[in-house]
């Protein structure tokens, strides 16, 4: 494995944790009535590679499920960066 690969392995898992640590900080401070992180945060975290992270936080923490673009938009991006995940990874 090239250096590239491995930065390319390192930021996907990365994004994933924080993707997933997102959803579940966030589900956390709705049940507690608290300052919420806004939906631009938990798209734009899901959309620069933590979409797998995200739609999973989104399935363990039961949250967003109900809201039409989350629940049909993180899968869709899951699709789609794990496409452009093998494509790099064959490519580079």
Known sequence: MDALTAIL???AVIINIIGF???GRDKRKAE???YRISE???WQVA???GSVGAYMGMKVFRHKTKHKAFAIGFPLLVIVHCVLF???NANL
Do not use: K, Q
């Open 9 to 11: 392995y390192l930021y």
């Open 21 to 23: 640590t997102v959803m």
């Open 32 to 34: 507690r009535h608290e």
């Open 40 to 42: 631009r945060v938990l």
């Open 47 to 49: 959309i620069v590679g």
């Open 86 to 88: 093998i494509w790099l």
